[in-house]
T-cell receptor, first 116, second 109 residues
Framework: GAVVSQHPSWVICKSGTSVKIECRSLDFQATTMFWYRQFPKQSLMLMATSNEGSKATYEQGVEKDKFLINHASLTLSTLTVTSAHPEDSSFYIC????????????FGQGTRLTVV | GQNIDQPTEMTATEGAIVQINCTYQTSGFNGLFWYQQHAGEAPTFLSYNVLDGLEEKGRFSSFLSRSKGYSYLLLKELQMKDSASYLCAALDSNYQLIWGAGTKLIIKP
């Protein structure tokens, strides 16, 4: 099977600080990773698509300078929430695509971010 | 535009059967997924249909009709642990997942 590991599972930070979330594909090389945000009782909202070795593609309305995405290797993508504010508090989930099973999305465990 | 429709909430009784419907409109189509998501957790994969027909996997079955842009997830012998949100997602021609808002399933004893 394919496993995607996301870390940390939860984090509390002060307003104005930055938080980094890691997403790793453990048993396959992920050429593409996706970052989602989910507010309570709402569906997944795609924030950006991260391709190894190139710049991320951000969805409309997502600030690329605030949500920094780095996909420096085939097994690791990171999302950094810069200058976090309380309204950034949400559930962030990464998803990775296995090139051998391109039609299936594998999800990390998610990160619950609370900005106080 | 691309769109996924599914009911917001459904209620069923433990031991019964429930069917969750999903209709989709996408630019191209490369398959239909169903995911289960418990509160505070990431989605977990349930099924993937790319051809018309019924796929059965234990207590869960998923059906697809490409001509109608329609799918359903059938849950049999409902258990309390099945209480969760069920997300329908379609894969478009660019292999991007288009997500529905999810159906919250409430199981009553």
């Amino acid at each position: 099977g394919a496993v995607v590991s996301q870390h940390p599972s939860w984090v509390i930070c002060k307003s104005g600080t930055s938080v980094k979330i890691e997403c790793r594909s453990l048993d396959f090389q992920a050429t593409t990773m996706f970052w989602y945000r989910q507010f309570p009782k709402q569906s997944l909202m795609l924030m950006a698509t991260s391709n190894e070795g190139s710049k991320a593609t951000y969805e409309q309305g997502v600030e690329k300078d605030k949500f920094l995405i780095n996909h420096a290797s085939l097994t690791l993508s990171t999302l950094t929430v810069t200058s976090a504010h309380p309204e950034d508090s949400s559930f962030y989930i990464c998803s990775a695509r296995n090139p051998d099973r391109v039609a299936e999305a594998f999800f990390g465990q998610g990160t619950r971010l609370t900005v106080v | 535009g691309q769109n996924i429709d599914q009911p917001t909430e459904m209620t069923a009784t433990e031991g019964a059967i429930v069917q969750i419907n999903c209709t989709y409109q996408t630019s191209g189509f490369n398959g239909l997924f169903w995911y289960q998501q418990h509160a505070g957790e990431a989605p977990t994969f349930l099924s993937y249909n790319v051809l018309d027909g019924l796929e059965e996997k234990g207590r869960f079955s998923s059906f697809l009709s490409r001509s109608k842009g329609y799918s359903y997830l059938l849950l049999k012998e409902l258990q309390m642990k099945d209480s969760a949100s069920y997300l329908c997602a379609a894969l478009d021609s660019n292999y991007q997942l288009i997500w529905g808002a999810g159906t919250k399933l409430i199981i009553k004893p």
